[in-house]
Structures are given as C-alpha cells and as structure tokens.
C-alpha cells in the first residue's frame, strides 16, 4: 500500500473555512442582534468561493477544474452505480461528487451576492422582497445540497474503504 498526494493545502484550508464561515452565517441568520457577524461570515465564504474558482482555473492536477469536468450524464450514471454498490473509485472528485460541488460553488456565489443586496438595500436592485426571496431560497437550497454532499462523502468513505474525510484533512490517501 502506498500513499498519493491529492488535495494541496489551498484546497484543505479552503474547505474547512468555507465549513466555519458557512456555519457561522447559518447560525447567526435569525437574529438582528448577530446580523454583523453574519454578513461578516457570508463575505469571508463569499471571498473563499472566488478564490477557489481562481484557483480552479490556474492550478493542475487534482483541484483543477480540468480535472473533475461538469458532466451531468455522467454524475447521475455515477450516483445510480453507488447506489447499487459498484461505482468505480476515484482518486480525485467523482462525477457526481463535481456536479454537487459546481452547484455549492454557484448558489453560493448566488447566496452571498443576494445577502449583499438586500443587507445595502436601496442599492444597484431596488427590489427588496426579490432579493429576500433570492436570499432565502438560494441558502436553504445550498443547505440541502450539504446534506446531500455529506451523505454522499459518507456512502463513497463506505463503499470504497477510503476515508474521505481525513483525505481532507491530511491531503493524503492510500493506494491499494
Ligand atoms: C458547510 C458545509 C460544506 C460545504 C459548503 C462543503 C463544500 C465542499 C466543496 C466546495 C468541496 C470541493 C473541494 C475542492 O475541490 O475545493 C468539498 C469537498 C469535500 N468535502 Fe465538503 N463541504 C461542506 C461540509 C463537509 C463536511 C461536514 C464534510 C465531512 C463530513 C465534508 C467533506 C468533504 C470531502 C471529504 C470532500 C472531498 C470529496 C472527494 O474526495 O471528492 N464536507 N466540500
Ligand atoms: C454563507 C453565506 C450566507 C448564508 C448561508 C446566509 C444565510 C441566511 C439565511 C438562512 C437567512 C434567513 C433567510 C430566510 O429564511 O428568509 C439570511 C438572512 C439574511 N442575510 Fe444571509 N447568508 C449568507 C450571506 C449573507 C451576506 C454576505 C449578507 C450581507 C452582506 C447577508 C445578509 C443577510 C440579511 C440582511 C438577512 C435578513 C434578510 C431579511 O430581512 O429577510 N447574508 N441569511
């Protein structure tokens, strides 16, 4: 068994910043009193996902964007192996996995876009109750594709005896 380097450490501490600040602007959204702290929050994810977009586009290897193409036929036929338990391994993302991450990287560009909008009302969209509706249904919507992320990193982590997880955090995996 040998070992491969995968995940370089822009794409570690990206991840798990964007997992903190996203956390934090989630928590905080109810409540007038946090508001600071949530637009503080949102605009430090929104400045995570710009950086990972130029990241994506500059770097090779496994975080290039080359590397896991938005492929939506392939994703669902991917998707429909892991459920019957035969998906071929990846070493990089998988094609489901890119197609969810496309969609986290652009609702929440959306998400946070909107929070500006409606957080500076009045200016550039003088259309408050849009930009709410915007806000409102392009965070819960990235909420449920989280969840979706992580059930997916779980049933992968299972399916392969390769821990996604610590993949993140230590850059490495094994290779049989
Ligand atoms: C706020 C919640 C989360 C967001 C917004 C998020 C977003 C992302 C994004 C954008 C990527 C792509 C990484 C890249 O190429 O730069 C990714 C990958 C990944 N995430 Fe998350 N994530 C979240 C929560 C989690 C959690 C809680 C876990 C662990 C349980 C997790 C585990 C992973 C793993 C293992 C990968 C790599 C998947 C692979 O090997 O293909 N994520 N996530
Ligand atoms: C990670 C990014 C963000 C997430 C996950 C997030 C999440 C949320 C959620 C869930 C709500 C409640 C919406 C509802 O249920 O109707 C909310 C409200 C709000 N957010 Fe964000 N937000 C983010 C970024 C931002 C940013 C960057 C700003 C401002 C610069 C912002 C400003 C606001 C404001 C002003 C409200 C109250 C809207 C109202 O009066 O209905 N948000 N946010």
Not at 140 to 165: F, M, R
């Given at each position: ?28 959204h109810a409540s ?95 259309q408050p109750e ?35 997880i610590l993949a ?9």
């Amino acid at each position: 068994m040998s070992t491969k380097y995968v995940w370089d450490p822009f794409v570690r501490v990206f991840h798990w910043s964007l997992v903190i600040a996203f956390s934090v602007a989630f928590y905080t959204h109810a409540s007038e009193w946090n508001r600071l702290i949530h637009v503080r929050a949102g605009y430090i994810a929104g400045f995570l996902l710009l950086a990972r977009i130029v990241w994506g586009l500059m770097k090779t290897g496994y975080a290039s964007f080359k590397k896991f193409p938005l492929n939506p036929v392939w994703a669902v036929k991917y998707g429909d192996r892991l459920l019957h338990g035969h998906a071929k391994r990846y070493i990089g993302h998988n094609p489901a996995g890119a197609l969810i991450i496309y969609a986290m990287l652009a609702l929440g560009l959306i998400a946070v876009g909107s929070g500006w909008l409606v957080y500076n009302e009045g200016w550039l969209i003088d259309q408050p109750e849009f930009l709410q509706a915007v806000h409102h249904y392009s965070t819960w919507g990235w909420l449920i594709l989280v969840a979706v992320h992580v059930l997916g990193v779980i049933a992968e982590s299972i399916l392969h005896k390769d821990n996604l997880i610590l993949a993140m955090i230590t850059g490495r995996k094994d290779l049989p």
